[in-house]
């Protein structure tokens, strides 16, 4: 039986040594609205508030095979290359956590990342606290490794790190759009990009969606992505199985209603990461981080606008 004892207080540090200078890796951690397409265990952040010093944000990530939510405040010092984060609210047996990125720049453009965390626990299961650190380790591990690849691949991050967004005005009010994007066991039937399609709602408001696409010259893409779904203004999600030359990819559905009865206005935003040691057997030898970055723009984008467009008419057909 677990009993209320005083908190008792635990630390973890996880540190990497990176071939690449302080200020790539600082843009990729200071940048927390790219975090679901860089770091694997992230899948939406929604800021609160944010100046060039603090930020307030919601964060969705899964921690032991759940998509947990919790609020974090975080404080960022460039000078230092340094940012600092606690949770405002934390979920049991978590009473409370907190933690700093530090990057130390080493000789021949080379950093150590360290990433510490700091959090307490009440009660007197001896498990729940090793179950915690098992989690940070398993995240930190994958989010300092993801780091290293992005920033060593040699390219600065605004060449690999891309988000666009497309809009639509729509006739249909923003729950009608909302619905057809959210009902994405029907889009085999409905969009012409996507040839298979299964949903299951794992926990409420929070999806899994594997899907299939071929793209205009035939070829076929498997992708598996995870959903928090928000009615009726947004919904979130992550690629989990991704197409080349795709390290990672986020995406944002948004749906607002523009008032007295003028319908509603739709927008696909999305974040991509990209492999630039993909690009050529995807794009042919001699394509480049440019070349990629048109190609997945165009592709992601087109099919995007196919489906806000029929969602704009399935929701004004169904009125």
């Known amino acids: 039986m677990t009993g209320s004892g005083p908190p008792r207080v635990h630390r973890t540090e996880h540190s990497l040594i990176v071939s690449a200078p302080p200020e790539r890796l600082y843009a990729l951690i200071a940048d927390a609205a790219s975090w679901p397409a860089v770091f694997g265990p992230c899948v939406h952040v929604r800021h609160l508030a944010r100046t060039d010093r603090s930020e307030r944000f919601e964060l969705w990530a899964e921690v032991n095979g759940e998509v947990r939510r919790w609020t974090s405040r975080r404080t960022l010092v460039p000078e230092r290359f340094y940012v600092g984060f606690r949770q405002e609210r934390s979920a049991p047996p978590v009473a409370s956590m907190a933690g700093a990125w530090l990057l130390r720049p080493l000789p021949g453009r080379r950093t150590e990342v360290v990433l510490r965390h700091r959090f307490t626990t009440v009660g007197d299961d001896p498990v729940a606290p090793a179950g915690v650190s098992a989690a940070l380790d ?182």
């Open 138 to 319: 398993r995240n930190s591990r994958a989010e300092l490794a993801v780091l290293a690849r992005v920033s060593e691949s040699g390219h600065p991050v605004r060449d690999v790190v891309l988000t666009f967004s497309d809009t639509i005005e729509a006739a249909c009010p923003a729950e009608a759009a909302y619905t057809f994007v959210e009902r994405a066991d029907l889009w085999a039937e409905r969009l012409p990009h996507v040839s298979r399609s299964e949903l299951t709602e794992v926990a409420p408001g929070v999806q899994e969606l594997a899907m299939e696409t071929v793209t205009p010259d035939g070829a076929a893409h498997t992708t598996r992505s995870v959903r928090v779904c928000h009615r009726p203004g947004w919904i979130a999600y992550k690629q989990r199985v991704l197409p080349k030359p795709l390290l990672g990819h986020s995406g944002l559905w948004t749906f607002e209603d523009a008032g007295a009865g003028r319908g509603a206005r739709a927008t696909a935003r999305h974040t991509v990461v990209i492999d630039a040691a993909a690009v050529p057997s995807v794009l042919g030898e001699g394509a480049t981080l440019a070349d990629a970055r048109s190609y997945v723009r165009r592709a992601l984008g087109d099919n995007s606008r196919t489906t806000l467009s029929l969602a704009a008419g399935a929701g004004t057909a169904a009125r």
